[in-house]
């Protein structure tokens, strides 16, 4: 595959455990990673990456220790919602989500307060294990520049377009988001890069359609 000879294996999500790499999609939303993964390691270096430790701290002390993440004192509440909303229900542990029905636990994950689709999806994905395909920014545009998706297409569009033409292998859709994202940040921005960018092919001597 094109993306995957250029860009090489992407091998998200960084995170040692399911645990941390939910925490990592909380707090990377609306920032860049970076500032998430310094908040990350603020509470690694507390040992705080557990969700009892998580949940027996006071909101505003989460919130002082994930600062970096900017946006932080929404972050600590929604991430007290998760870990508490996650031992509630599953003590605490991932395994316990492989055997839900996936519409039933996407459901329950999305009605934790200040959780959105690419946040849940992203759990899901990257902590659980199962086959939801997050269909953030970087990969509707693509899509849609490849005349695949329509040029406005919501999260809720692109999401099902691509579980339904992919196998539905999280692996794959692991990578495939990776991918994506990386082609995203080094070719196709907001003006796109087609030149050099390892995709080309497929527009097939057509001009991208947005
Ligand atoms: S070929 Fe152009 S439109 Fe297609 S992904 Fe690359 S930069 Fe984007």
Not at 190 to 208: A, I, K, M, N, Q
Request: overall charge positive.
């Amino acid at each position: 595959m094109a993306l995957l000879d250029r860009y090489g294996r992407q091998r998200w999500w960084p995170g040692r455990t399911p645990y941390e790499i939910s925490v990592g999609a909380v707090l990377t939303q609306h920032t860049a990673w970076v500032n998430a993964a310094r908040a990350i390691a603020a509470l690694r270096t507390r040992r705080l990456l557990t969700p009892k430790r998580v949940a027996a701290l006071p909101e505003g002390e989460l919130a002082r220790v994930i600062r970096p993440a900017g946006t932080y004192r929404l972050k600590a509440r929604r991430l007290l919602a998760l870990t508490r909303w996650l031992l509630e229900r599953y003590g605490g542990k991932f395994d316990r989500m492989g055997e839900v029905a996936l519409p039933s636990l996407r459901s329950s994950l999305l009605a934790i307060p200040g959780l959105g689709p690419e946040t849940a999806d992203a759990i899901l994905l990257y902590a659980v294990g199962r086959p939801v395909f997050v269909a953030d920014v970087y990969a509707r545009r693509v899509l849609a520049r490849h005349r695949l998706i329509g040029p406005q297409a919501a999260y809720e569009e692109a999401r099902p377009w691509l579980e339904a033409h992919l196998p539905s292998d999280p692996a794959l859709f692991n990578e495939l988001h990776a991918l994506l994202v990386a082609v995203g940040k080094s070719h196709c921005r907001t003006v796109p890069r087609c030149e050099e960018c390892p995709l080309r092919w497929d527009l097939r001597g057509r001009r991208p359609a947005t």
